[in-house]
């Protein structure tokens, strides 16, 4: 894992872990996962997927997933154009 993604990483576990400071890491982790859906063992749970649960779980299920609003354009005609070169930024 490259230093900026263990520091987020780290970041987000921190605040969330003391908001639940009466659980154990391998506990608060475990939590995570369940929330996340996660069924496998514990070991096969992806960073990006604790990234993105940590990142997620305090928002509403009707927000944007931050990172996909600049790709998103509300018409279609727009989206083709703008994907063939036609219309620029």
Do not use: C
């Amino acid at each position: 894992m490259k230093d900026h993604r263990i520091n987020e990483l780290i970041d987000l576990l921190h605040s969330a872990w003391k908001q639940e400071a009466d659980l154990s890491l391998l506990q608060l982790l475990s939590k995570l996962a369940q929330e996340a859906g996660f069924k496998d063992d514990l070991k096969d749970l992806s960073d990006d997927a604790l990234i993105y649960q940590l990142k997620m779980r305090e928002t509403a299920s009707t927000d944007e997933i931050p990172g996909l609003k600049k790709d998103y354009e509300e018409d279609f005609k727009t989206a083709i154009l703008r994907a063939r070169g036609v219309l620029k930024d």
